[in-house]
């Protein structure tokens, strides 16, 4: 579960043309509730700046880890960003 939301720095021509819509990351969480891995699952069209400032976002985001059987467990979460100017 993420525990707070992403800081995402929009790259200034982005907020200029008021880019907006979804972005989906897909993270690796690790026991201790760090990402170890992502990729961006579906991004913005033509907007690869956008796209890698959710991704560095998400990536210093803080989750808090899945359990199996009371221990925690890596996993795979997706993390759905609204792209806002």
Do not use: C
Request: hydrophobic share 45%; net charge positive.
């Amino acid at each position: 579960m993420l525990l707070g939301t992403p800081r995402v720095n929009y790259p200034a021509m982005a907020r200029q043309q008021h880019v907006s819509g979804k972005v989906v990351v897909l993270v690796l969480v690790d026991e201790e509730g760090r990402v170890v891995e992502s990729r961006v699952q579906q991004g913005l069209a033509n907007q690869a700046a956008v796209n890698e400032a959710v991704l560095e976002g998400v990536r210093s985001a803080k989750f808090r880890a899945a359990t199996k059987n009371g221990t925690a467990v890596k996993m795979w979460r997706p993390v759905i960003v609204d792209v806002k100017p």
